[in-house]
């Protein structure tokens, strides 16, 4: 089969990969410059069992199930976060730190924190340590262009999606060509800052913010929050790209001391970081109070299908789940 995969995030460049290993003829559009140019490369990649999620049990599981088929095909590309602390705020979190550690009690190994203020924390009702890793994002960009060559094409805008001049096209661009099943499409910002990457300082359960590694070599961690990071939410995937395009100067200042001061209040260390560098980019948001990220797969047109990405390790769904929509009996 003639396959078009448009957008070369993760979810693009791993459907193009498995394809190819298939046999079929497969080629990656891109608009921007370089792989993983969007949300992929431009927010934090965490590879988690689900600790991030305690609202929803869809999640965690999708997380735990996927955990290692990800790392046997993509481990290389990861990196272990050697003092990974979740703490539950001691006002306006969503769970208390009781209910927290219930709900993970049966799900993944982790060790309570007797005293948070050891590890530097503040104004935390408990805290926990838990495995976890994070994808190298540059790392995997580079093996991706490598593996793929000539088969991905930058600076390609999608044109029509659902062209009969491909069998199939596969739409990995976070739904910026249609709506379907979105709620709301996320204009976000993500800092980069400069300091010890030996510890995730992530605080729960709601507005939140999170400090993780990025890239150790160069000494970087990003810093999101819940309630700084989503400059707004938009109708379309158009007006959220309008607004970071015009978007920048003291609004985006305001808004990075924002998120550093929200940190400070649970981890007055990040005012020993430096700030390096500010990211941004658009999700896809699907309706859930429960804060689900589950990837969504659905037929937009006679040869087309459109992928709104859940959690990394969700790949390999959305992998399954187009081999069953389109060779059902293979």
């Not at 793929?148 to 999608?158: A, F, S, T």
């Not at 209040?265 to 990220?293: G, Q």
Request: proline share 5%.
């Amino acid at each position: 089969m003639k396959i078009r995969i448009l957008g070369a995030g993760l979810y693009g460049c791993h459907l193009a990969a498995a394809f190819m290993e298939e046999g079929h003829e497969v080629v990656v559009h891109e608009i921007a410059d370089r792989v993983f140019a969007g949300a992929t490369g431009n927010i934090p990649a965490r590879l988690h069992m689900g600790q991030h999620y305690p609202r929803s049990g869809l999640t965690r599981t999708a997380c735990q199930e996927h955990h290692a088929e990800f790392m046997a095909r993509y481990g290389d590309f990861t990196h272990g976060v050697p003092l990974n602390i979740y703490a539950v705020a001691e006002h306006d979190s969503l769970v208390d730190f009781g209910t927290y550690r219930q709900i993970l009690r049966s799900e993944i190994e982790f060790i309570t924190v007797d005293r948070p203020a050891e590890l530097g924390l503040r104004c935390v009702e408990g805290a926990i340590l838990t495995g976890e890793r994070h994808v190298l994002a540059d790392e995997l960009a580079a093996h991706f262009a490598e593996l793929l060559g000539d088969h991905v094409e930058l600076g390609r805008p999608p044109g029509v999606v659902d062209d009969p001049a491909w069998d199939l096209t596969v739409d990995c661009t976070s739904c910026a060509n249609d709506g379907l099943n979105v709620d709301r499409y996320e204009a976000c910002l993500t800092l980069l800052l400069e300091g010890p990457t030996d510890r995730a300082v992530t605080i729960m359960d709601g507005p939140f913010p999170s400090l993780y590694p990025w890239d150790e070599r160069r000494g970087l961690s990003s810093l999101t929050s819940a309630r700084w990071t989503p400059i707004g939410a938009y109708d379309t995937w158009h007006e959220a790209d309008a607004v970071l395009r015009a978007w920048g100067g003291l609004p985006m200042a305001v808004r990075a001391e924002q998120m550093i001061r929200q940190m400070e209040t649970y981890f007055p260390a990040v005012r020993e970081y430096k700030l390096v560098d500010r990211r941004l980019a658009i999700r896809a948001m699907p309706r859930s109070a429960a804060d689900a990220r589950l990837v969504d797969v659905v037929r937009v047109g006679e040869r087309a299908i459109r992928v709104r990405a859940g959690k990394l390790d969700a790949i390999f769904v959305a992998e399954r789940t187009i081999r069953g929509m389109v060779w059902p009996r293979l």
